[in-house]
């Protein structure tokens, strides 16, 4: 897969099957749309290519929204590597880009620098200043510019009912299964392990401390999760914290997890957790014994569901 940072940046020695769209979480919906592209391509000798936009457009458009993404950038980038694409196009939007008329982005980027031949989208899908356009403007500028349209129908749509933001939803309910049920991949958080209060270590629960640098990024409901992790070539399960530690007299919130049978130096490592269950919600205690007995019935929980989920 080719990387464009941008549509002029873009090159192609053939004419191209593009689809259009944020694809944050490329979820189950999002993978269908892209198995329809990577086919179309292969049988009508073409370049697939997938035009998406980073920011996303309500952080822009909407700033005050305080919208968070299921994948920072880097990770779409990554997910959608492994779809069989030829090209990412990760197109900037600004302020001055929303102001293309529909007919502006449809011969200057869609048909001048992207070269499409065919436009794969969904029956709901709207572009150019204000979304005024939509599939049936789409066509027509098919016919006059020499590309064809090939519509996802709202029952092909709603045949796998999700959506993002269906998915975010769910992360900030701290229902990460659902979330994973319908991205079809676990859910993770990627940072940099930094220092702590090292007050785990005094539980006998030495944590990672996990620094996530894109502030965009959503951070599911505060909690306790069961997660997995490769660390230099080797899985390992663990649970994690999220929260602000109010036991100990926490205010921030901090990502801390705990992995079995490992014991080895993780500062300023860069690790990828996937987040597989919650087991229960932050509080409280009225002690540090109570929250050393509660971290102890979390780490039976999570190995007891670790063997009914992950038995080797």
């Known amino acids: 897969m080719k990387i464009h940072k941008g549509a002029n940046a873009f090159k192609s020695e053939k004419q191209t099957v593009v689809t259009i769209g944020t694809f944050d979480g490329v979820h189950a919906g999002h993978q269908q ?22 920011p996303h457009p309500r952080m822009v458009l909407q700033k005050e929204s305080g919208l968070k993404l299921i994948n920072t ?44 031949k065919k436009v794969i989208i969904g029956y709901d899908h709207r572009f150019g200043r204000n979304r005024t356009a939509d599939i049936n403007t789409l066509k027509q500028f098919g016919e006059d510019y020499g590309f064809d349209v090939e519509e996802i129908t709202k029952q092909e749509v709603d045949e796998v009912a999700v959506s993002s933001t269906k998915i975010r939803n769910a992360l900030l ?20 392990v930094v220092k702590g209060r090292g007050l785990g270590k005094e539980f006998k629960y030495p944590t990672a401390n996990v620094s996530i640098k894109e502030d965009y990024k959503l951070i599911p409901k505060n909690g306790v999760y069961v997660v997995s992790s490769n660390i230099d070539g080797k899985h390992y399960f663990g649970m994690m914290n999220i929260g602000t530690n109010p036991t100990v007299g ?9 992995f079995f049978n490992l014991d080895k130096d993780l500062y300023g490592k860069e690790l990828k957790i996937e987040m597989l269950t919650r087991i229960r919600a932050e509080k409280k205690f009225s002690s540090i014994e109570a929250l050393k007995i509660a971290m102890k019935q979390d780490e039976a929980f999570s190995k007891q569901y670790i063997r009914d989920n992950y038995a080797q």
Not at 82 to 104: K, M, N, W
Not at 186 to 191: A, Q, R, V, Y
């Open 173 to 192: 309910e701290g229902r990460v299964e659902k979330a994973n049920n319908y991205l079809q991949t676990p859910f993770s958080l990627k940072g940099v």
């Open 250 to 258: 926490g205010e921030e919130q901090t990502i801390e997890t705990y």
């Open 33 to 54: 749309i892209i198995k329809r592209l990577v086919d179309a391509a292969r049988i009508e000798n073409l370049e697939s290519v997938i035009f998406t936009f980073f």
């Open 73 to 116: 950038i880097e990770e779409r980038t990554e997910i959608l590597e492994e779809t069989g694409i030829d090209h990412l196009v990760v197109h900037p939007f600004t302020q001055q880009f929303s102001r293309l008329t529909a007919q502006e982005f449809v011969r200057d980027i869609l048909v001048n620098r992207l070269q499409a």
